[in-house]
């Protein structure tokens, strides 16, 4: 977690200094367009395998001590992941300029779409790279090593700031994407030193078609892959549909996106993360009441942290944004915009932190198949809300991109709704009492916090916004801090004692 605090911050100065270059300009927008093509082939070919399919996989080799077993499934994979990826790219760099004109941004000017063709080949240098580094975390994390991959993300961040600050005044826009391919080589470099310190670490030259657990590492991707497929299309559904929006839009989203993230990442996604192995282990032996207390004490955890931080990020959400980024190309107005976007982004946060958990869980379970088709239902409802929502906020008189943040609060909100009753049943309750309790007394702590924001930010509407968002988080983080301490949270309570035995521990 301390690692993606990191990575946060790394992030956002990277953000900063993008908008500081870009702002939300047409060049910023086409980049944007361009990103989203690599991302999709990366996460249809690695990203499904690493955490639904791969990881459960290598854990059971290691909890049973087969350790060769393990590289050998570890290199298949690997082999296979570099081969598609190389030859899905090579022929995206080819089609290129139809791929944009039918499917990232037909709504682009002619020059404004030669622009994204042009920054589209560049960037397809990095899913291969992505896809190996991502395989690299899956070996490390099964080894119960968390560092060096959550440092990983901070690496492409250093990449891309290297891309603003030292190839963009020469090279414009081409100089963050140069950066990006540098940053993916960072995000797969940082791991190998750890990846090459493992035990019995040896190397196959195989492909593995023949092997029993790269098969059963298939079986379980395929599901997933339909699952990321229907994430993609939905994100390229709303890309099509910003595009056609003011200008700037499609920036704005992606900007908010960033900042709702920020918190997600650190609270749910490192969790889950570091809990996948041990849900993994625990189902492998067949142990299903501790990995109930485990993810009862995991889903309290993140709603403890996740509802404060979306009510703390709404109330405070234009002078944080302000505080961010307005500066040089990005004005007033993108505060604006990218504020607004934020408002509904974060109306989901919860949700989104509760569904990496949980899905996680069936993962661990060696089932795929629940949560792809409840994340497939889920964006199809997305695609739908994006339109409707679009159309209303249009009419209403609200920029309409507010409505394609809002439409995937709403469908996150639903997909972990049918995950925590599925997985429910499955494990035969989930402690459902303990977490009602922590969530009634973490949402009346929330109110108050809330309450004392809402009147912090009428004090100081006059004032700058750096002390706004700063003295905003400091009195939200105290109120909140003592309110759950007030409600006797046991989590509040174990805090407190372990920071107690480390003040106090005898000489």
Do not use: C
């Not at 994979?77 to 080819?94: A, H, P, Q, T, Y």
């Not at 509802?307 to 990005?330: H, N, W």
């Amino acid at each position: 977690m301390a690692a993606f605090v990191l990575s946060n911050l790394v992030g956002l100065v990277r953000q900063i200094l993008v908008s500081l270059a870009f702002g939300t300009t047409i060049q910023l927008d086409a980049f944007n367009a361009a990103a989203t093509y690599p991302d999709l082939i990366f996460s249809l070919v690695a990203g499904g395998a690493l955490a639904s399919a791969f990881v459960p996989t290598l854990t059971g080799f290691l909890t049973r001590g087969d350790r060769i077993g393990g590289w050998h499934l570890s290199s298949a994979i690997i082999n296979l992941v570099f081969l598609i990826l190389s030859v899905l790219s090579l022929l995206s760099m080819l089609l290129a300029p139809q791929i944009v004109q039918h499917i990232l941004a037909p709504k682009f000017s002619p020059a404004q779409q030669a622009l994204t063709v042009a920054l589209l080949r560049i960037l397809l240098i990095a899913p291969t790279i992505f896809g190996v580094s991502g395989l690299l975390m899956g070996i490390l994390n099964a080894h119960q090593i968390f560092l060096w991959p959550a440092l990983a993300p901070s690496m492409l961040w250093i990449g891309m700031i290297i891309g603003v600050l030292f190839l963009t005044p020469t090279m414009g826009i081409f100089g963050l994407a140069w950066g990006y391919v540098l940053g993916a080589a960072l995000h797969m470099g940082v791991q190998i030193p750890a990846v090459l310190g493992l035990p019995a670490r040896k190397y196959f030259a195989t492909l593995g078609l023949r092997f029993a657990a790269v098969r059963e590492v298939g079986r379980l991707m395929g599901p997933r892959l339909i699952g990321v497929a229907a994430v993609q299309v939905n994100i390229l559904v709303s890309t099509i549909l910003a595009t056609a929006m003011t200008g700037g839009s499609l920036s704005a989203i992606r900007y908010a996106w960033a900042v709702m993230t920020m918190p997600e990442v650190v609270i749910a996604q490192s969790i889950a993360i570091a809990a996948l192995p041990t849900f993994s282990a625990q189902a492998a032996l067949g142990k299903l009441s501790e990995m109930r207390s485990s993810l009862a004490a995991t889903l309290r955890g993140v709603i403890l942290l996740s509802l404060p931080a979306s009510v703390g990020l709404i109330m405070l959400r234009a002078p944080i944004v302000a505080t961010f980024f307005q500066r040089g190309a990005f004005t007033a107005d993108s505060t604006e915009l990218v504020a607004w976007a934020l408002l509904w982004y974060t109306v989901g946060l919860m949700g989104h932190s509760m569904v990496e958990i949980l899905s996680r869980a069936f993962y661990a379970l060696h089932d795929t198949k629940t949560p792809v088709i409840l994340s497939v239902s889920a964006m199809g409802l997305n695609v739908v809300f994006s339109l409707f929502f679009s159309i209303l906020f249009t009419k209403i008189g609200w920029q309409p991109f507010g409505g394609l943040a809002l439409a995937n609060s709403l469908a996150t909100g639903l997909e972990m709704m049918g995950l925590w009753i599925l997985m429910r049943n499955r494990l035969g309750g989930i402690e459902g009492n303990s977490i009602w309790n922590g969530f009634i007394k973490s949402a009346a702590a929330t109110l108050a916090m809330g309450l004392v924001l809402g009147g912090w930010v009428i004090l100081m509407q006059d004032q700058p916004d750096w002390a706004t968002a700063a003295g905003g988080v400091l009195l939200g983080g105290i109120v909140y801090g003592l309110a759950i301490i007030l409600f006797r949270v046991p989590e509040a309570t174990v805090i407190i004692q372990f920071l107690r035995a480390k003040l106090y521990r005898p000489a």
